[in-house]
C-alpha cells in the first residue's frame, strides 16, 4: 500500500526559522494518511514549545518513534509521554543502553537520560514495542530494526563508547530510519544515520521492498567524515540519487555544501519550523 499525502514539520533542529528555539537535536513531527507519529524528540528543551509555535497537537500522536538512545534524540521522552497518554512507542533495545563520547581524553554521557528511561520502562507492556527487527507500524509505513553495515567505508561518526573508559567502542547498533511508500518512492525520516547514510537506504529499500527513493530527511552524521568518506557517499548516492535530500541536525557544514553542489536541486538545508509535503 502506498501512502496518499504526508506532512513533514521539523520540531527540533539545531537551526531554526525566526520564532522557533534551536536545540542540537532532531524531532519530526509527521502526518501520513490518518496516522500522526513523532519522530524522536530532541533533548527536550524545546519540544513542546516549538510544537505549540508550529500548531502542532501533540497529544494526537498515534506513535512515537526513536531513531536510536542518543540523548539529543530522546531527551523529550516524558514531554511526548505526558501529552499523548495513549501513545505506542517502538524502539530498538540498545536505546535503553549506557553509552558515552570520548574526545580529548575526557567521556561525555551521552545516553537517554534517567527521566526518559524511567517513563518508557512505565509504560503498559502493549504499548511499548521494543525490537531489534524492522516493524510495520502501518500500512505502508515501517521501521528499519538494526541497519546492517555492509559498506567498510561507513562508520558511526565519532568516537563512542560503551564504558566511560573508552575500552568498549558502541556499534550503535540500534541506529534505525522510518520509511514511508508512496507513489513516487520511499520517502525516509533518518535519526543521525550512524550505520552510514547509505547503508540506512538500502537497508530502507530491503524491508520496504521499493527502490526508489523519493525523500529523505534527517541527520546523515557526516560532520566529522573525511573527503574520501564524502566523495564516496556521493559516488553512492549517484546511481539512484533521491529527488530530495534535506539534511539535518549532524550532517555538518562541509557535507551539505558537498551534497548541494553535487546534486543541484535535489538539496535544501533544514531549520527547526521548515515543512514538507509529499504526495
Not at 514539520?9 to 524531532?27: C, F, I, K, M, W
Not at 561525555?108 to 528511561?117: F, G
Not at 566529522?224 to 557517499?233: F, I, K, M, Y
Not at 558537498?258 to 514538507?276: D, I, P, Q, S, Y
Amino acid at each position: 500500500m502506498t501512502i496518499p499525502s504526508i506532512h513533514i514539520t521539523v520540531l527540533v533542529n539545531d537551526t531554526a526559522e525566526e520564532g522557533l528555539r534551536p536545540e542540537h537535536g532532531l524531532s519530526l513531527w509527521i502526518e501520513a494518511g490518518n496516522r500522526r507519529i513523532l519522530f524522536d524528540t530532541g533533548q527536550g528543551g524545546v519540544l513542546a514549545q516549538n510544537a505549540r509555535v508550529l500548531d502542532v497537537d501533540l497529544s494526537t500522536a498515534d506513535y512515537l518513534v526513536l531513531s536510536h538512545g542518543h540523548y539529543d534524540h530522546t531527551g523529550g521522552v516524558p514531554v511526548a509521554l505526558e501529552a499523548g497518554p495513549a501513545v505506542q512507542v517502538f524502539c530498538h533495545p540498545g536505546v535503553f543502553l549506557r553509552r558515552y563520547s570520548i574526545r580529548n581524553g575526557t567521556a561525555k554521557p551521552v545516553h537517554m537520560p534517567e527521566d526518559s528511561r524511567l517513563s518508557l520502562e512505565a509504560l503498559p507492556k502493549n504499548r511499548l514495542h521494543v525490537s531489534a527487527e524492522p516493524a510495520l507500524i502501518g500500512p505502508g509505513i515501517g521501521t528499519t530494526g538494526a541497519v546492517p553495515r555492509d559498506t567498510a567505508r561507513e562508520d558511526t561518526g565519532g568516537p563512542f563508547y560503551l564504558d566511560p573508559d573508552g575500552r568498549r567502542p558502541d556499534p550503535l547498533e540500534d541506529d534505525g530510519a522510518l520509511w514511508f511508500s508512496t507513489q513516487y518512492g520511499l520517502v525516509i525520516c533518518a535519526g543521525c544515520s550512524h550505520a552510514g547514510l547509505i547503508n540506512t537506504l538500502n537497508r530502507c529499500r530491503q524491508v520496504s521492498g521499493t527502490r526508489k527513493i523519493h525523500a529523505v530527511i534527517g541527520g546523515f552524521h557526516l560532520q566529522e567524515a573525511s573527503r574520501d568518506r564524502l566523495d564516496r557517499t556521493v559516488e553512492a548516492l549517484m546511481s539512484e540519487p533521491p529527488d530530495l535530500m534535506v539534511p539535518c541536525h549532524c550532517t555538518g557544514e562541509n557535507a551539505v555544501r558537498r551534497l548541494t553542489e553535487a546534486f543541484v536541486g535535489r538539496v535544501r538545508t533544514c531549520r527547526a519550523g521548515m515543512r514538507f509535503q509529499f504526495g
